[in-house]
């Protein structure tokens, strides 16, 4: 793709470029994961460097390279090639991909230039299986290559690896970083547990309530006078009335016995 010395920022891929290199800025730099650099007169051309992945021999090493971008980005995959030794990909070279304009029909506009940073240091530990650009150099090589790597700069954008914070130096601040959050989640919980179980144990304890006093209650005003409270029935007075019931009963059956005993007797 030739060289680009003036871009529209009416252009969809232009705004594109300048939101994500905006977002960038806020997350990269020499203390980070990795850092980024749009050339000046060509926001097409976007030179990066990545973090070698730990654990391997590219661990210590600080890879640089560069993405061109399609006019049409971000509807086409960039071209991606590596500036600086690195033991993996070859230099000044189009490297092939499946996220790099070798294969346009596995491109996803939904991805971005951090996408494709990640998803390149994950690449690095892999084998080259005959790619184009790619290279299979022994790990003591590369190990090499990765010490060298940290005294580069880039004589197109000026990014200087001597000023980046080393890996060692990066993770071991990221772990730190990573206990003093997990430190703070602790804490945080610490704190809030006490007053959970408090509440906790409020809802299992059972809400005591007074004893109320036998007042009359109504809608309307309390009067002056308190109101009598109901009588209780007198079982005696029961018993009282149901004698007189009784007595009636056995004296009608009585009256009738003494009647039919008379009709018998004058008949």
């Given at each position: 793709?030739?060289?680009?010395?003036?871009?529209?920022?009416r252009?969809?891929?232009?705004?594109?470029?300048?939101?994500?290199?905006?977002?960038?800025?806020?997350?990269?730099?020499?203390?980070?994961?990795?850092?980024?650099?749009?050339?000046?007169?060509?926001?097409?051309?976007?030179?990066?460097?990545?973090?070698?992945t730990?654990?391997?021999?590219?661990?210590?090493?600080?890879?640089?390279?560069?993405?061109?971008?399609p006019?049409?980005?971000?509807?086409?995959?960039?071209?991606?090639?590596?500036?600086?030794?690195?033991?993996?990909?070859?230099?000044?070279t189009?490297?092939?991909?499946?996220?790099?304009?070798?294969?346009?029909?596995?491109?996803?506009a939904?991805?971005?230039t951090?996408?494709?940073?990640?998803?390149?240091?994950?690449?690095?530990?892999?084998?080259?299986?005959?790619?184009?650009?790619?290279?299979?150099?022994?790990?003591?090589?590369?190990?090499?290559?990765?010490?060298?790597?940290?005294?580069?700069?880039?004589?197109?954008?000026?990014?200087?690896?001597?000023?980046?914070?080393?890996?060692?130096?990066?993770?071991?601040?990221?772990?730190?970083?990573?206990?003093?959050?997990?430190?703070?989640?602790?804490?945080?919980?610490?704190?809030?547990?006490?007053?959970?179980?408090?509440?906790?144990?409020?809802?299992?304890?059972?809400?005591?309530?007074?004893?109320?006093?036998?007042?009359?209650?109504?809608?309307?005003?309390?009067?002056?006078?308190?109101?009598?409270?109901?009588?209780?029935?007198?079982?005696?007075?029961?018993?009282?009335?149901?004698?007189?019931?009784?007595?009636?009963?056995?004296?009608?059956?009585?009256?009738?016995?003494?009647?039919?005993?008379?009709?018998?007797?004058?008949?």
């Amino acid at each position: 793709m030739p060289p680009q010395t003036k871009f529209n920022v009416r252009n969809p891929s232009v705004r594109r470029l300048m939101k994500e290199m905006s977002d960038l800025h806020k997350i990269c730099g020499p203390d980070k994961e990795f850092c980024v650099a749009a050339l000046d007169d060509n926001i097409f051309e976007v030179h990066f460097t990545i973090r070698g992945t730990s654990d391997t021999a590219f661990e210590a090493g600080l890879y640089h390279g560069k993405l061109i971008f399609p006019p049409d980005y971000p509807f086409k995959p960039p071209e991606i090639y590596f500036l600086n030794p690195n033991g993996r990909f070859a230099l000044q070279t189009k490297i092939c991909l499946s996220i790099s304009s070798y294969h346009p029909e596995e491109w996803q506009a939904s991805w971005d230039t951090r996408t494709m940073l990640i998803a390149i240091a994950a690449f690095f530990p892999t084998p080259s299986m005959g790619g184009i650009g790619g290279l299979d150099y022994s790990d003591a090589q590369r190990r090499d290559l990765a010490v060298a790597s940290q005294k580069y700069k880039c004589p197109v954008c000026g990014i200087d690896h001597s000023k980046f914070l080393s890996n060692k130096e990066f993770r071991e601040r990221e772990k730190e970083t990573l206990k003093a959050a997990e430190q703070n989640s602790t804490d945080k919980e610490q704190t809030t547990t006490p007053n959970v179980q408090s509440e906790q144990e409020k809802a299992r304890k059972p809400t005591q309530t007074k004893p109320k006093t036998q007042t009359h209650q109504s809608s309307s005003p309390p009067s002056s006078t308190t109101s009598a409270a109901p009588k209780k029935p007198n079982p005696k007075r029961k018993k009282q009335q149901g004698i007189p019931i009784i007595a009636l009963s056995l004296l009608s059956a009585s009256a009738a016995i003494i009647a039919a005993l008379w009709m018998h007797s004058h008949s």
